[in-house]
């Protein structure tokens, strides 16, 4: 009999430390997922920060980074329309820079004749509407394939003051890096 109660005790406790568990995994995860937004905003401010005080035309938090094969790095990239008049139209584009299809230096890695073993960066091109010294952030993102050679990958990012994606409407310029280990 005793043995019986010892038994039913510890299934009990037992229960009650599972539904504890459960109960707070569940309230990490709802507090986490209302921490996301914050996040985002507290990184489009900081976005915005350093657009400003660079006084540049376009601005990227962290331009270089590394990330393992089989997955992705995704950068932050703003610019500002510096121009005069209301209001200009832009079109972004993301391109592999001559170096890096297939690389020259020493340390980059060598895409050669197979550039779908290469990373591939994506953004959206808009068209983005902006008054004069409007901003507007958008994401970068690079997909690293498994069979991407180790080394660096270099990106152009281009904005252009109209539809087109022509060299005499280009607005401004800047390089992300993406490591692959």
């Given at each position: 009999m005793e043995l019986a109660v010892n038994t039913l005790v510890v299934i009990i406790l037992g229960i009650v430390i599972v539904g504890g568990g459960i109960l707070l995994i569940s309230k990490i995860v709802v507090k986490a997922s209302s921490v996301v937004p914050e996040v985002n905003d507290q990184t489009?401010?900081?976005?915005?920060?350093?657009l400003l005080n660079s006084k540049q035309r376009i601005a990227a938090l962290n331009n270089v980074q590394t990330v393992a094969r089989n997955s992705y790095a995704q950068f932050a990239i703003?610019?500002?329309?510096?121009?005069?008049?209301?209001?200009?139209?832009f079109t972004v584009a993301v391109d592999a820079t001559p170096e890096s299809y297939p690389n020259t230096a020493l340390n980059n890695a060598d895409c050669g004749g197979s550039?779908?073993?290469?990373?591939?960066?994506t953004a959206l091109p808009g068209p983005y509407k902006l008054p004069r010294y409007g901003s507007?952030?958008?994401?970068i993102l690079v997909k690293v394939p498994r069979t991407a050679a180790t080394g660096?990958?270099?990106?152009?990012v281009e904005v252009y003051n109209s539809t087109t994606q022509d060299t005499k409407h280009l607005y401004a310029r800047t390089k992300i890096s993406v490591?692959?280990?």
């Open positions: 489009q401010q900081a976005l915005f920060n350093v703003a610019f500002q329309n510096q121009q005069a008049g209301q209001e200009s139209i550039p779908q073993n290469c990373p591939n960066a507007q952030a958008f994401p660096e990958y270099t990106f152009s490591d692959v280990d």
